[in-house]
């Protein structure tokens, strides 16, 4: 067997399964998108406050940077060499003031330190700070950025099942004695089964063992708390946290991510997280539209209570099929190939939602993830629902 037939063999292996993936062009606007001529309702952004139709948003921006002065659409070096732009140094400082209100009262306040993604943060974090001597347990169901920084450090580490704090407290009870440092790592909103992790409780077992606490808050920030700074602000317990990353590619429609830590973490990973150091730093007009964007998001509270109403309307229509009680919301299928049919079947009632299958999700699991947005009305919810309905009821799916 040659070269060609084993890769066109390994593509009509998962063209059999309903396991092949390709990639569809789509011009995103709020609540629509516009895929192959057909202007769809869009369930598969992660632009959870519809900034991307806000087009006075980006002219505002843009007529506000036209006499920025200097060169803004690209960095040109690593930010450790020649990349690190003033936008860098005030967006950072803009998060610092921005979460400084959710430390305790003459406490630290915490530095920010900006990465190009959250899969730069998630997969560099946790090698750049824990070694042999450390132990990391994280949530089962965290994400690949995260699985990918545990394969990647020289730490041991285990994994305690989905939310279950009674198992993570056992491992703590058992372990955390042996270890130099222990450190725990969840997501505050997990994006395939779209529930919360529980917090405050998490905050309770790191001060009893003595542990840093680690809190991914990708799919929360924008979303959560009163100035939509995440879960962390919602529940109350961000001075706890001594790792928070935030992700903007999501609700804050911009790109790259943040890191909220003390000035020592900070220091350690501008001198040993890899994804940081190793990279070409982001355009700082990227940097700029994420602070002009976040500004405004952290007003944004009727978008916020609009999304939330939302929620609570298509879960209601569509019942418990739906899994979580985020603006995510997932509806398990089952088999891969099952879950691309009503994928289709929904493209062609005008719903964009594609399937979620493994190895994002476990095999027998297959999904659609419809993820809600404020620029839709009851009116897109509606049709959602029923053409979800018909799509599971004309495949016998449940």
Known sequence: ?????????????????????????????????????????????????????????????????????????????????????RAFGELEEFFEDAYAPLCAPGGEKKRCLVFNSGYHANSGILPALFGPEDLVVCDRLVHASIVDGLMLGRFKWARFPHNDLGALEEILSRRAGSFRRVCIVTESVFSMDADRADLRTLAELKNRYGAFLYVDEAHAVGVFGARGLGLCEEEQVFDDVDIFVGTLGKAVASSGAYAMCSEDVRTLLINRCRPFIFTTAAPPISQLWTRFSFSKIMEANSLRLKLKNLCGVFRGAIGDAALGDTQIVPVVIGQASVATEVSEALFEAGIYAPAVRPPTVPKGMSRIRFSLNAGMDCGDIEAAAAALKFALGKRGAK
């Open 1 to 85: 067997m040659n070269e060609a037939e084993f890769l066109r063999g390994q593509i009509d292996a998962l063209r059999s399964s309903g396991m092949l993936r390709g990639l569809r062009g789509g011009d995103v606007s709020g609540a629509r998108i516009r895929v192959d001529g057909r202007e769809l309702l869009n369930f598969a952004s992660n632009d959870y406050l519809a900034i991307s139709a806000r087009h006075d948003w980006q002219a505002e921006f843009l007529e506000s940077v036209a006499d920025a002065g200097g060169f803004i659409m690209g960095a040109c070096s690593s930010r450790l060499l020649g990349g690190n732009g």
